[in-house]
């Protein structure tokens, strides 16, 4: 069994930056990928980003590309979200996910992913 929990969120005005943690634990925790994805009230579920485990290679939405940056310490079993140049838009539920998915089309979709953390809250003041 594998578990994800996110945390870092919080409310920033605009500009401000915020860093996400998703933390997984258990056994057999060995994925392909992890991503991040986020939710606002009425809307789906949206790709942001993903990070290949092995050779941290990265993916972004175009949203978010030059603002947010994903890395991961494999040591700790640990994925971030840096966010920056926050904008009201960004607010949302945000989540990660844990894929075995190779395919980099595809971990851009909810789908694709196996695992799921709770969700950290960030909200965006203008």
């Known amino acids: 069994q594998v578990q994800l929990v996110e945390s870092g969120g919080g409310l920033v005005q605009a500009g401000g930056s915020l860093r996400l943690s998703c933390a997984a634990s258990?056994?057999?925790?060995?994925?392909?990928?992890m991503g991040w994805f986020r939710q606002a009230p009425g809307k789906e579920r949206e790709f942001v980003g993903s990070?290949?485990?092995?050779?941290?290679?990265?993916v972004y939405a175009d949203s978010v590309k030059g603002r947010f940056t994903i890395s991961r310490d494999n040591a700790k079993n640990t994925v971030y979200v840096q966010t920056n140049s926050l904008k009201p838009e960004d607010a949302a539920v945000y989540y990660c996910?844990?894929?075995?998915?190779?395919?980099?089309?595809?971990?851009?979709?909810?789908?694709?992913?196996?695992?799921w953390g709770q969700g950290t809250q960030v909200t965006v003041s203008s």
């Open positions: 258990g056994r057999t925790f060995n994925p392909y990928a």
């Open positions: 990070i290949t485990w092995s050779g941290g290679n990265t």
């Open positions: 996910g844990a894929t075995n998915s190779v395919s980099p089309t595809m971990r851009t979709r909810v789908s694709a992913y196996g695992y």
